[in-house]
């Protein structure tokens, strides 16, 4: 049976980044997303002001997706769109944009999990990636995800364990507030721990039953440590910066590394793909790397473009349901709160 083209146009508008992908079957032909500058001032997204972002880039970004991926909109099979989970102002500007271009155009919609999209990102047909076997363990981790998910399927995922308050992302970025670093501070973190000494400053690692997690205790312990030491020394954070950065990503690459080898020894799978931002992070990369020659494992990162938010992992999974022609009706609307298999 010869192959079935497949052109999907998928949109992305969780959070704070606006995003746009041209998929042909399962390769992308663009992924454009915009990011928005303005939360920076504010040390964190504001939701009302990442809706408006998002209705002044929608346009203009699927405008350059369609260009960059050299595609008239009339060759689109469909258009796949972030349903949940998100905020719900950013999830509606996509939505809206979703269903009305798909109507004018006459054609399926398809509603898309952000976070299953961020586990089925590893599918995408790109050179320097190769895709997971099932069953796999995926370690999502970002600004607002942390989650252990047991994928038997592309469409069978089990939630395992998740963070009970903060994301890991959040764990990052409120450290780095409370050492005067700007937002997001995760990557500087990283940047200032390759340098510092992990073991200087221990911090107390939560307890936490099962496969869950949690960062609030770990930011408020940090942040009493560094109140104590600034009022002996009103220069410890510029003294110490390296060592205080490798320690706190010591803390947190050992709590996620604690779970997941929980999670390995509970399931017997020991494949693990990880997703979101936090990926990027050198930390948890060495540890997975460690993990792999000293237990057996086997992981997968995705190139990093497919790690943060973006609209081409939307396309995948817009791809994989329309092959089976699981198209959404006009009448669905956003989801702010929304599990994956719910
Ligand atoms: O996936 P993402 O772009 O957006 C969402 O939050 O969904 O993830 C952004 C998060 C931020 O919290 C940022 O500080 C963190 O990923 N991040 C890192 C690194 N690069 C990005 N955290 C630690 N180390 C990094 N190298
Ligand atoms: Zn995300």
Redesign the pocket.
């Known amino acids: 049976m010869e192959k079935e083209t497949i052109y999907i146009l998928a949109i992305e508008s969780?959070?704070?980044?606006t995003s746009a992908a041209v998929l042909h079957n399962k390769k992308v032909l663009s992924n454009v997303v915009a990011t928005q500058k303005i939360h920076e001032e504010y040390g964190g997204v504001v939701p009302e002001l990442a809706s408006r972002a998002h209705q002044q880039n929608i346009v203009p970004v699927v405008h350059r997706a369609l260009s960059k991926a050299n595609i008239d909109k009339k060759q689109l099979s469909a258009i796949a769109f972030t349903r949940g989970p998100g905020l719900m102002g950013s999830l509606l500007v996509g939505t809206s944009f979703a269903k009305s271009l798909a109507m004018g155009l006459d054609i399926p919609i398809i509603e898309v999990n952000h976070m299953q999209a961020?586990i089925l990102a590893h599918f995408i047909e790109e050179e320097r990636m190769a895709p997971p076997k099932f069953p796999f363990l995926a370690l999502t981790?970002?600004?607002?995800?942390t989650q252990i998910v047991l994928v038997r399927a592309y469409f069978d995922m089990e939630i395992l364990g998740e963070s009970l308050d903060d994301?890991?992302?959040?764990a990052?970025?409120k450290s780095?507030k409370i050492l005067g670093l700007p937002y997001?501070?995760?990557?500087l973190?990283?940047?200032y721990a390759q340098i510092g000494n992990s073991k200087a400053f221990p911090f107390p690692k939560p307890k936490v039953d099962g496969l869950n997690f949690s960062f609030s205790g770990l930011k408020t312990s940090i942040l009493y440590f560094i109140q104590r030491e600034t009022k002996k020394d009103g220069d410890f954070i510029n003294k110490n910066l390296n060592d205080i950065c490798a320690s706190i990503?010591y803390t947190i690459i050992n709590i996620l590394m604690d779970k997941l080898n929980k999670a390995v020894k509970q399931t017997g799978v020991a494949q693990i793909a990880i997703g979101?931002?936090?990926s990027?992070?050198?930390?948890?990369r060495k540890a997975l790397k460690k993990a792999e020659l000293a237990s057996g494992w086997t992981t997968y990162m995705p190139i990093f473009d497919y790690?943060?938010?973006n609209a081409a992992m939307i396309g995948i999974v817009g791809h994989l349901k329309y092959r089976e022609r699981d198209f959404s009706n006009q009448s669905i609307t956003a989801k702010a709160r929304y599990a994956i298999g719910q």
């Open positions: 969780s959070c704070d980044d961020h981790i970002s600004g607002g995800h994301a890991v992302g959040e990052f970025d780095a997001p501070g995760g990557p973190i990283d940047k990503q979101g931002g936090v990027a992070n050198s930390g948890i790690c943060t938010d």
